[in-house]
């Protein structure tokens, strides 16, 4: 069956821009989550979404950053007026409900901003 | 909140021994250890987990051990093989909210 899949795969933008990443969990899973991995290193908490109940947004680094789940499936990440820190591997993840589940990644979208 | 240490940060080991990687966590509450592979351009896979009531599991090649007391867990590869070439993370939580280790290198060298 489909895994989960990220677009764009790589995305170049300039400094101030805006962009959009998009995450399409498996169907059927419940819970996503954000993650965002720098270069060489391991993985930082972003967001998470459960069904219906309110994200936990405690890992987004500043209010630069916002993320939305519409019909409790297709996932947006949104990153405003990038900065040149921003650039980084940004990886979705999915799984049948939340706590103890096994997460299942996608590919990621790397993103450089110049 | 919770802290995963995990070591070595790269590790070379020759084709057919056997690799140990090593994390210690901080919060006694945590009761869920899963190991994730990364293999280069990829997102990370599990590979094995482990829940706080039992010590050890295997699968294959694969064992992961726990210890609750010291808390610490480990990853056992044994046989190595080029395809074990990669990037592996530890993680742990209580809850929904994985914390991860900075990751492990493994090299093996034919």
Known sequence: G?????????KVTEKGKDVELRCDPISGHTALYWYRQSLGQGLEF???????????????????????????????LTIQRTQQEDSAVYLCASSFQGAGETQYFGPGTRLLVL | G???EQHP??????????????????????????????????????????RSNVGEKKDQRIAVTLNKTAKHFSL???????????????????????????????????
């Open chain 2, 2 to 4: 919770e802290n995963v």
């Open chain 1, 2 to 10: 489909a895994g989960v899949s990220q677009s764009p795969s790589n």
């Open chain 1, 46 to 76: 972003l967001i998470y979404f459960q069904g219906n109940s309110a994200p936990d947004k405690s890992g987004l680094p500043s209010d630069r950053f916002s993320a939305e789940r519409t019909g409790g499936s297709v996932s947006t």
């Open chain 2, 9 to 50: 940060s790269t590790l070379s080991v020759q084709e057919g021994d056997s690799a140990v990687i090593k994390c210690t966590y901080s919060d006694s509450a945590s009761n869920y250890f899963p190991w994730y592979k990364q293999e280069l351009g990829k997102g990370p896979q599990l590979i094995i987990d482990i």
């Open chain 2, 76 to 110: 056992h590869i044994t046989e190595t093989q080029p395809e074990d070439s990669a990037v592996y993370f530890c993680a742990a939580s209580r809850n929904y909210q994985l914390i991860w280790g900075a990751g492990t290198k493994l090299i093996i060298k034919p």
